[in-house]
């Protein structure tokens, strides 16, 4: 029997000759990885073995590269891997360590629902927690902070955290919430914003995280952005990146000019509603942006322009100047998902 599929996706894998970062379709098994150059292939770029390999994230080898994991084998040989962002990060971890507890005790991989108390640091569960922070309307709430001339957008402070977790019943004391908010941090739950946060995470001060009204942090992936005095322009076109992300993940996009499918990790706003389009395998500026107020997004089943292995969970963005973008989902469960989230944005957003 073929080993059972547990999870598959798009991540970004740093190669081991040339060290250039570059998108691939991963699929998780019970015994191993396999990674391919795209989704269609029938054989495999290279394979895993999980069987005595150690997982470790975060990985934070590689400077500004958020949300990267490294899976070293028996052989001593690393392997990394980078998520669009940072609950698909956890996701994979998870599962991948429970896999590699599975070959240990000789068990059968099966997903069973735990709840773990988070009264107490030692059992407390970060990912749930960090979830409960981020509530629209009983997480902590983010906002535009100003200081030294610079507008901090969709931040909170450091005693923000921790009064946060103490009224929460999360933790005890303040003390007690310290301690859990650096374990957040190094997690990177949550991020540091400014001088003072930055220094304290570099090891300045005694303490990581900062119970303090002038250190600033932030949620990664929740729309942040320093900005300073700035010309008119660059005003309005940061006002894309004001909305709240509501759904972001990796996306087949076929190009306007060659007709050729590129991986890009796509970032989903409203409010106003853009829809933003990066490299997944590195850069922070995105590559272009789709305004998506009035605009129509419907499936497609086939396309004269993409071959029939490539038919597949397609769906099409008509803005409302009339540009066609064609985009490609991993699942029909995915492209439905993102249909239903562009057309709310389409409605709501400016």
Known sequence: MEPKRIR?????????????????????????????????????????????????????????????????????????????????????????????????????????????????????????????????????KELNLEKDKKIFNHCFTGNCVIDWLVSNNSVRNRQEGLMIASSLLGEGYLQPAGELSKNAADGISENPFLDNPDAFYYFPDSGFFCEENSSDDDVILKEEFRGVIIKQGCLLKQGHRRKNW??????????????????????????GAIHLRGCVVTSVESSSDVRKSEEENLFEIITADEVHYFLQAATPKERTEWIKAIQVASRTGK
């Open 8 to 140: 598959e996706g798009y991540l970004v894998k740093r190669g081991s000759m040339f060290n250039t970062w570059k998108p691939m379709w991963v699929v998780l098994l019970e015994d191993g990885i396999e990674f391919y150059k795209k989704k269609s292939d029938n054989s495999p770029k290279g394979m895993i073995p999980l069987k005595g390999s150690t997982l470790t994230s975060p990985c934070q080898d590689f400077g500004k590269r958020m949300f990267v994991f490294k899976i070293t084998t028996t052989k001593q040989q690393d392997h990394f891997f980078q998520a669009a962002f940072l609950e698909e990060r956890d996701a994979w971890v998870r599962d991948i360590k429970k896999a590699i507890k599975c070959i240990e005790g000789g068990q059968k991989f099966a997903r069973k629902s735990t709840r773990r108390s988070i009264r107490l640091p030692e059992t407390v569960d970060l990912g749930a927690l960090y979830l409960s922070m981020k509530d629209t309307e009983k997480g902590i």
């Open 262 to 287: 590129k991986v890009r990790k796509f970032v989903l706003r409203e409010d106003p509603a853009y829809l933003h389009y990066y490299d997944p395998a590195g850069g922070e500026d995105p590559l």
